[in-house]
């Protein structure tokens, strides 16, 4: 009996690692091996035309006394520390509004995710065409027509227009998956914790501290470490919208690492400066999963 149960369970496993077995070499294939030749060009001086040259970690120590990295890193993070807490904050409110009982509820909701699945080149280079600095954008069109502006307007002229239209339109634009997210985990509370509440005389803002905000913990929790991964990954809107200026101020990591990499095909210095991104990414995801951890635990108690 014990060798049927035994072989059931070897074939059960084989099984198993057959159907993973397809995802396994692709994931070899585009993630591992890339990731250790990026390791192997990190130590080198190397600029697609002509031979490498190894130079061991002369191309870490450069793009760590390239005061450029650092104002990169900088604006990154100065990014992140505004654009998490108002996307993750808009998206519980968009969430708590949406589920409430409305009229035009489904067009709102659509209205909010929509813009989600659309790809980066549509929806930035329609806000470049609205934002832009000529007299027949949309904006300064419409703006001028109503009396509001009377000559034409550079909407990223100054360090602190660019980034407030960079974040205001990242918000838009991704906000709704968010959304989503909360609103799942809403309507799953039970009805009769909030009917409890109000029988105590609690308030909108009680309920939504000690009702609410529990239940879409965990849920707020992967919602923030989204986020701060998309941060660290913005390009699209810097690329498209600003190129970096006015006078790389609105210079981002990957985006110097774009132009290190590509335009000044520095590929060796572009793969050190991916290493200490990578870096930076898992030392926020090890803290970021020990508090969900310590959060689920709590919760389970």
């Known amino acids: 009996m014990s060798k049927k149960i035994s072989k059931k369970r070897l074939r059960d496993t084989l099984e198993a690692y057959l159907f993973l077995l397809p995802h396994f070499i692709f994931f070899v294939i585009f993630i591992v091996l890339p990731l250790l030749y990026g390791i192997v060009i990190s130590f080198h001086d190397w600029k697609i035309i002509g031979k490498a040259r190894f130079v061991g970690l002369e191309n870490f120590k450069r793009v760590w006394e390239d ?111 968010s959304v989503l997210l909360y609103l799942g985990a809403l309507q799953r509370i039970p009805p009769e914790q909030y009917e409890a509440a109000k029988l105590d005389g609690a308030n909108s803002w009680q309920q939504f501290i000690h009702i609410t905000l529990p239940w879409i913990r965990n849920v707020m929790f992967f919602d923030v470490a989204r986020h701060v991964l998309l941060a660290f990954g913005l390009f699209d809107q810097v690329y498209i919208l600003t190129g970096g200026g006015p006078a790389g101020s609105t210079r981002t990591i990957v985006y110097y690492l774009y132009l290190v990499g590509f335009e000044r095909q520095q590929l060796g210095r572009a793969a050190a400066i991916s290493w200490y991104i990578f870096i930076v990414i898992v030392a926020f995801s090890a803290v970021q999963l020990a508090l969900l951890t310590r959060s689920i635990k709590s919760a389970e108690v």
Request: zero cysteines; aromatic letters at 18%.
């Open 67 to 177: 005061p450029r990295f650092w104002d990169s890193l900088k604006n990154t993070i100065m990014f992140a520390i505004i654009s998490v807490p108002l996307i993750v904050a808009l998206g519980i409110i968009l969430a708590i509004l949406l589920n409430k009982r409305f009229y035009g509820k489904l067009w709102a909701l659509t209205a909010f995710v929509s813009p989600t699945f659309f790809g980066s080149i549509g929806i930035l280079f329609s806000w470049r065409w609205i934002l832009g600095s000529q007299p027949q954008a949309l904006a300064n069109y419409y703006l001028q027509k109503i009396g509001i502006i009377h000559t034409a307007t550079s909407w990223f002229k100054t360090p602190q227009m660019a980034w407030t239209w960079i974040i205001i339109i990242t918000a838009w634009w991704i906000v709704g998956f």
